[in-house]
């Protein structure tokens, strides 16, 4: 039987909001101090994220933003990520995480945005579901499917291996799959959508070297 999942909460991705942030690198820089940026945020409908994602960006379309840059316009060489889930997996070797309910508390504060349900008692196939649904949503907005899928827990904590998409355009990489939440323990896992600049990997490795797609994937998702 599939490993279960605590909870689950997700915001559909729709390939509006794909655009929108694939298109950032290429957005014009905010110039100036924090209210210069402070005012092209409003002006886009997004705000500031201190809840569930720290230092990042809540989208207007409803979505947690995280970048290694100072602004998530105009800087093609940072890599960012865009979350449209989160969900608590899982240990079956360790019933201290498992039964630590306030971590169960953090997934409920994703569901209380807007546009976020939470799914409680969830399932890995339904966490694989939100992630075909975005893959959609992707493919729809590039108009290609993924150059290559494959199942692999290269950038999570903890959980069972989920499907990781890749797309390359002509600068960058852009994945959907699991990634590490990087907050208390690691241990929650942001379902999310990624893109970086190509020239950090460019090759993608063969199909059946799964070692090395997994150092690709890391090296395009963990900063």
Known sequence: MPSPVH?????????????????????????????????????????????????????????????????????????????????????????????MPWLGELVDNWGQAPGWTVQRPSTVEACVEVLDRAAEAVAAHLGAAPELTITSDAAVVTGPPMPNRIWRTATQAVIVGPHADNGPYGYLTHLQLAASPLTLAPELPPADDTAELDRWIRTHVDW
């Open 7 to 99: 909870a689950l909460a997700h915001c559909p991705l729709t390939p509006a909001a794909v655009a929108e942030f694939l298109a950032l690198p290429q957005q014009p820089a905010a110039e100036g101090d924090f209210d210069a940026l402070d005012a092209v945020l409003r002006a886009r409908d997004w705000s500031w994220e201190h809840e569930c994602l720290t230092d990042s960006y809540r989208t207007g379309f409803g979505h947690p933003l995280c970048t290694e840059g100072d602004t998530p316009f105009g800087d093609p060489t940072a890599r960012s990520f865009l979350a449209f889930g989160e969900l608590y997996p899982v240990d079956p070797d360790d019933e201290d995480l498992v039964n």
